[in-house]
């Protein structure tokens, strides 16, 4: 079955520090792999998806992530971060049958901290 | 703007009683979701549906239903078989296989 691994549930960056979260997955196929990020008490907004071809990413918010096969993995990353990027991170996984997308496996999250 | 309403924001339950929560999208999408989001677990699939008038079980389906008569909306009912409610339901939309999917603010279940 295919899963996905968050190691740290919270980390603390000082602001304008360099921001890399961690993402480790276990699937059968080439998989389709999200980031999303939420603020308290909201949906999830997407920062960015991993389908095919170059595996380094670019988002929104100055985010980006990179796909490596052979690691299985698909950190988060951000150069600079700032007080706004405070927030909940998730790594997701696609799931896709013959018939059509089936739904999104997620990790159980990364709480980010920004210490002033 | 184009996007996912779910409605109420915060709903209370009562022992014995089923409860309805409402999603609709106008983004014109064809597959939707139900997610059931507890502190420190992430976001689990209890029911999707790729089309009208079909839907399949995801992982936790026990003790909810739904129905996919429009393409707009994908109501959850959570009944009084699901014996631990309380949690943030998110609903979610996409165009499809390779698409990222749409969120809704979601609704907080409580028991009173």
């Known amino acids: 079955a295919q899963s996905v691994t968050q190691p740290d549930i919270h980390i603390t960056v000082s602001e304008g520090a360099s921001l890399e979260l961690r993402c480790n997955y276990s699937?059968?196929?080439?998989?389709?792999l999200f980031w999303y990020v939420q603020s308290p008490g909201q949906g999830l907004q997407l920062l960015l998806k991993?389908?095919?071809?170059?595996?380094l990413v670019q988002g929104i918010k100055g985010f980006e992530a990179e796909f490596k096969r052979s690691q299985s993995s698909f950190n988060l990353r951000k150069p600079s971060v700032h007080w706004s990027d405070a927030a909940e991170y998730f790594c997701?996984?696609?799931?896709?049958?013959?018939?059509?997308?089936?739904?999104?496996?997620f990790g159980k999250g990364t709480h980010l901290i920004i210490q002033p | 703007d184009g996007g996912i309403t779910q409605s109420p924001k915060y709903l209370f339950r009562k022992e014995g009683q089923n409860v309805t929560l409402s999603c609709e999208q106008n983004?014109?999408?064809?597959?939707m979701y139900w997610y059931r989001q507890d502190p420190g677990q992430g976001l689990r699939l209890i029911y999707y549906?790729?089309?009208?008038?079909?839907?399949q079980k995801g992982d936790i389906a026990e003790g909810y239903s739904v129905s996919r008569e429009k393409k707009e909306s994908f109501p959850l009912t959570v009944t009084s078989a699901q014996k631990n409610p309380t949690a943030f339901y998110l609903c979610?939309?996409?165009?499809?296989?390779?698409?990222?999917?749409?969120f809704g603010d979601g609704t907080r279940l409580s028991i009173l």
């Open positions: 979610a939309s996409s165009s499809g296989v390779s698409q990222p999917q749409h």
């Open positions: 699937y059968g196929a080439t998989p389709y």
């Open positions: 983004l014109n999408h064809d597959a």
């Open positions: 997701a996984v696609g799931l896709y049958s013959g018939g059509g997308a089936d739904g999104l496996t």
């Open positions: 549906s790729q089309i009208v008038n079909d839907f």
């Open positions: 991993y389908f095919s071809g170059d595996t």
